[in-house]
């Protein structure tokens, strides 16, 4: 594995925690959807 | 709200607004801005139907979220920024023939259950509706006797690793505990997500539902817990159940030829023809 793809690894785990951090904390309506926005946009090559 | 009352001119504009969504998926455009168009386009009419309250709540929740996950993934950028790769892979460029054959495909799929809904106001259904429209985006991806194994088995993968991590957050339900819970489980499935390997975009729809399901069944970002986290799993299996055989029905040779002479019908209505299944 190149050092890219294990930014994008860790970029990706980062998003996921900060966007599932943010929803647990502002509790808002539909804030389980973040990270799973911050996913899709993360898992794009 | 208005349109609703008129049930022909809210069928039309509805197939119309998903198949030019699905057009630009296919036409690969960007997918969070498809993501967010198709979950608007299935939850907010749905929603509206009972309670136009309860899609403004939605609406704004909507939004906050995609600011809050657009926030999270430009600071992620900042901490792991991207290494710019000597051979950066070209974008694979569809016609505009295949991209309409793609949609017109993904557009017959999701209809049937979308209008279902609607006709009967099922709105504890949105989440293997939108399931349904997330997956229908890639139709060639979940044709085949492999390509439907392999989705289902994604999504069971997706569920399982739910179910796990579930019990581990009821252990220890705390904010600390669920984020590192989670990161650790994103950079497991993260691995084989950016593997070079045709498998690899099933790991993130896995990963996907594993978010769906933790984030709406757990109490950490949702109402309820234990008893709709079995339901939602199941919905979400019939969904991709659903998926898979639907597409393989329309990809019956004989089946096949009767929606694409139908769609040519209909592409011939417009000026732009984007002349389906032509190619």
């Given at each position: 594995m190149d050092h890219s793809s294990r930014q994008a690894i860790l970029r990706y785990a980062a998003g996921i925690g900060l966007a599932a951090t943010v929803a647990y904390v502002l509790?808002?309506?539909?804030?389980?959807?973040a990270p799973v926005l911050a996913a899709s946009i993360l898992s794009a090559k | 709200m208005y349109i609703y009352q008129y049930p022909a001119v809210f069928l039309l504009l509805f197939s119309w607004l998903l198949f030019l969504v699905f057009y630009a998926a296919a036409r690969g455009r960007s997918a969070f801005v498809v993501l967010l168009y198709l979950m608007a386009l299935m939850m907010l009419p749905l929603l509206g139907s009972s309670s136009v309250d309860m899609a403004n709540i939605v609406s704004y929740g909507f939004l906050l979220a995609a600011l809050t996950a657009l926030a999270c993934v430009m600071l992620a950028q900042i901490l792991f920024p991207v290494i710019e790769d000597a051979t950066e892979t070209q974008a694979v460029s569809v016609s505009n023939t295949e991209a309409a054959y793609s949609a017109w495909l993904s557009l017959l799929v999701v209809l049937p259950p979308a209008l279902l809904c609607l006709l009967f106001g099922m709105t504890g259904a949105l989440l293997p509706l939108l399931m349904i429209a997330i997956l229908a985006q890639k139709p060639d991806f979940a044709t085949g006797a492999a390509g439907g194994k392999a989705l289902i088995l994604a999504n069971l993968g997706g569920g399982l690793a739910a179910v796990l991590l579930y019990h581990l957050i009821l252990i220890s339900p705390t904010l600390p505990f669920t984020v590192l819970a989670l990161v650790a489980v994103a950079l497991m499935f993260g691995t084989r997500l950016f593997e070079?390997?045709?498998?690899?975009?099933l790991w993130g729809s896995a990963f996907s539902t594993m978010l769906v399901l933790i984030g709406s069944g757990t109490g950490a970002f949702g109402?309820?817990?234990?008893?709709?986290f079995y339901q939602r799993i199941f919905q979400i299996t019939l969904a991709v159940c659903y998926i898979v055989a639907a597409l393989s029905l329309l990809h019956h040779p004989r089946v096949k030829d009767a929606w694409l002479a139908v769609g040519r019908k209909l592409s011939r209505l417009t000026p732009n023809s984007a002349g389906i299944g032509n190619g």
């Amino acid at each position: 594995m190149d050092h890219s793809s294990r930014q994008a690894i860790l970029r990706y785990a980062a998003g996921i925690g900060l966007a599932a951090t943010v929803a647990y904390v502002l509790a808002f309506p539909l804030s389980f959807v973040a990270p799973v926005l911050a996913a899709s946009i993360l898992s794009a090559k | 709200m208005y349109i609703y009352q008129y049930p022909a001119v809210f069928l039309l504009l509805f197939s119309w607004l998903l198949f030019l969504v699905f057009y630009a998926a296919a036409r690969g455009r960007s997918a969070f801005v498809v993501l967010l168009y198709l979950m608007a386009l299935m939850m907010l009419p749905l929603l509206g139907s009972s309670s136009v309250d309860m899609a403004n709540i939605v609406s704004y929740g909507f939004l906050l979220a995609a600011l809050t996950a657009l926030a999270c993934v430009m600071l992620a950028q900042i901490l792991f920024p991207v290494i710019e790769d000597a051979t950066e892979t070209q974008a694979v460029s569809v016609s505009n023939t295949e991209a309409a054959y793609s949609a017109w495909l993904s557009l017959l799929v999701v209809l049937p259950p979308a209008l279902l809904c609607l006709l009967f106001g099922m709105t504890g259904a949105l989440l293997p509706l939108l399931m349904i429209a997330i997956l229908a985006q890639k139709p060639d991806f979940a044709t085949g006797a492999a390509g439907g194994k392999a989705l289902i088995l994604a999504n069971l993968g997706g569920g399982l690793a739910a179910v796990l991590l579930y019990h581990l957050i009821l252990i220890s339900p705390t904010l600390p505990f669920t984020v590192l819970a989670l990161v650790a489980v994103a950079l497991m499935f993260g691995t084989r997500l950016f593997e070079d390997k045709p498998t690899a975009p099933l790991w993130g729809s896995a990963f996907s539902t594993m978010l769906v399901l933790i984030g709406s069944g757990t109490g950490a970002f949702g109402d309820e817990a234990d008893a709709k986290f079995y339901q939602r799993i199941f919905q979400i299996t019939l969904a991709v159940c659903y998926i898979v055989a639907a597409l393989s029905l329309l990809h019956h040779p004989r089946v096949k030829d009767a929606w694409l002479a139908v769609g040519r019908k209909l592409s011939r209505l417009t000026p732009n023809s984007a002349g389906i299944g032509n190619g």
